[in-house]
């Protein structure tokens, strides 16, 4: 990610902010969140001071931050109150602010697993992807286990994936349920390593006790990552006798 400086961006607006919904709103409510990032907590007033902004369009902009959970307020210490009156008001950024701004994890994470590719092969990297989809299943496995049909234990898995950031929901089919994630926390790190998804998939057919197929994945391009799952036989069945059908469809 390009690092522009704050300085810069303010500038293009002199004095105060565009009016709300236009182009230039956005970018000066980036700038007062990149404030925040760089020398939060601080006060509504230093913000106008250092972008060169009003305070009434400051105050609009932090406002707005906060409303969307993007950041919050808390009181300055007693030892940096000048005089009698209220309390300063200091804005920070929460975690849902900062992420605004990226991370680097999904490139660490690539370039961990690769280099566990390299020094102990690609089997390696395939027994972590299954480790750590052991672990996010334990999590859930008593309330899988409570579910007493086909397409409750389904239901189950998508909500315990949705609790897991994954966005999940069911949706009948002719031959059972189709179980779509529209979101996926490591799609980006999938995409160069499938054994992510091939360890997913292979969970899913253990927790819920059939063979089930994947149809799509976000790593691999698709918009909404769909499982089938057949609802006909339970129990140890047949991968080749298992009704499979030929395409999903989206939740």
């Keep these: ?22 182009h230039g ?20 007033a230093a913000v106008a001071e250092e972008l060169g902004l009003s305070p009434t369009a400051v105050r609009r902009h932090l406002d707005v931050l906060v409303a969307e959970g993007e950041a919050y307020t808390r009181e300055s210490s007693p030892r940096s109150r000048r005089g009698r ?16 701004f990226g991370h680097a994890y999904d490139d660490l994470a690539v370039a961990a697993l690769r280099f566990i590719a390299e020094h102990d092969g690609e089997q390696a990297v395939r027994e972590f992807a299954e480790r750590r989809m052991a672990a996010l299943v334990a999590n859930h496995r008593e309330a899988l286990a409570a579910a007493d049909s086909p397409s409750k234990r389904a239901e189950a898995l998508a909500d315990a994936l949705t609790r897991e950031g994954y966005a999940a929901s069911t949706r009948s089919v002719g031959s059972g349920e189709q179980l779509c994630q529209h979101h996926c926390p490591v799609a980006h790190v999938a995409a160069d390593f499938p054994q992510l998804c091939e360890a997913e998939t292979a969970a899913f057919a253990e927790v819920l006790g059939i063979h089930v197929q994947r149809l799509a994945t976000i790593a ?23 009704p499979i059908p030929d395409g999903g469809e989206p939740v």
């Design 25 to 44: 709103d956005g970018r000066t409510r980036h700038t007062v969140a990149r404030l925040l990032l760089e020398q939060g907590p601080i006060t509504a």
């Design 85 to 100: 009156g209220r309390p300063a008001k200091l804005f920070l950024l929460t975690e849902v602010g900062r992420a605004r």
């Design 220 to 242: 691999n391009g698709d918009s909404v990552c769909t499982t089938h799952v057949p609802t006909t036989r339970f129990a140890d069945p047949d991968p080749n006798t298992a």
């Design 1 to 22: 990610m390009k690092n522009v400086g704050t300085s810069t961006a303010a500038a293009a607006e002199p004095g105060q902010a565009a009016q709300p919904g236009t």
